[in-house]
């Protein structure tokens, strides 16, 4: 049975702080997407990581993925109010999502 | 851009009766999927469909069946609505292939919330 796995799943931090969000999934994946969904919407695609050791940067997320790891971070850099979220993984062409976590920035 | 409509947002129907819940998209993808949002669980898969007339089980079909006669449209059946199928499901679609930022991405619809009584 394939797992997509996140940690933390719920996550209070104040506004300026860092920290990192992870992923792992147990099973061979080419490719891992990172997904934003804001309360009462719909999930709109952030990342797309297509191949061992990809990093992709907007803002202040970065998204890299160890794929022999089977491990990908979103690490969130001097946090904002806005970027409060639940944010999602999912993996291989079936895109299989991880419980998500739901960040809350406090200002 | 790309859109996905669900025909409706909002739905209320009873214990056994049949449910179909509508998904249109307009950009000519040939993959679209169905999920079920619950907290904590995330999003789980219940069908895939990688072309007209083509579907593939994901990780939770038992109570659901699909139906995709044209490439824009996929459908999802409640036979038989339990209450344990109360949940906002999401329909989503992307171009299939490898490579490209924007290629292979999947676009959500709004998501449809079903209350079974």
């Known amino acids: 049975e394939l797992k997509v796995e996140q940690n933390p799943l719920f996550l209070s931090m104040q506004e300026g702080k860092n920290y990192t969000i992870y992923c792992n999934y147990s099973?061979?994946?080419?490719?891992l997407y990172w997904y934003r969904q804001d309360p009462g919407k719909s999930l709109e695609s952030l990342f797309v990581?297509?191949?061992?050791?990809a990093v992709k940067q907007e803002g202040r997320l970065m998204a890299s993925l160890d794929t022999k790891a089977r491990l990908s971070t979103l690490h969130i850099t001097a946090a904002v109010h806005d970027l409060s979220a639940t944010y999602f993984c999912?993996?291989?062409?079936?895109?299989?999502f991880g419980s998500g976590t739901k960040l809350n920035v406090k200002p | 851009d790309v859109k996905v409509t669900q025909s409706s947002r909002y739905l209320v129907k009873r214990t056994g009766e049949k449910v179909f819940l509508e998904c249109v998209q307009d950009?000519?993808?040939?993959?679209m999927f169905w999920y079920r949002q619950d907290p904590g669980l995330g999003l789980r898969l219940i069908y895939f469909?990688?072309?007209?007339?083509?579907?593939e089980k994901g990780d939770i079909p038992e109570g659901y069946s699909v139906s995709r006669e044209k490439k824009e449209r996929f459908s999802l059946i409640l036979e038989s609505a339990s209450t344990n199928q109360t949940s906002m499901y999401l329909c989503?679609?992307?171009?299939?292939?490898?490579?490209?930022?924007?290629?292979?991405?999947?676009?959500f619809g709004a998501g449809s919330r079903l209350t079974v009584l």
């Open positions: 989503a679609s992307r171009l299939p292939g490898q490579g490209g930022s924007g290629a292979n991405v999947l676009t």
């Open positions: 099973t061979t994946s080419d490719r």
């Open positions: 990581l297509l191949s061992n050791g």
């Open positions: 999912a993996v291989t062409y079936k895109f299989y």
């Open positions: 950009m000519d993808h040939e993959n």
């Open positions: 469909s990688y072309d007209v007339k083509m579907k």
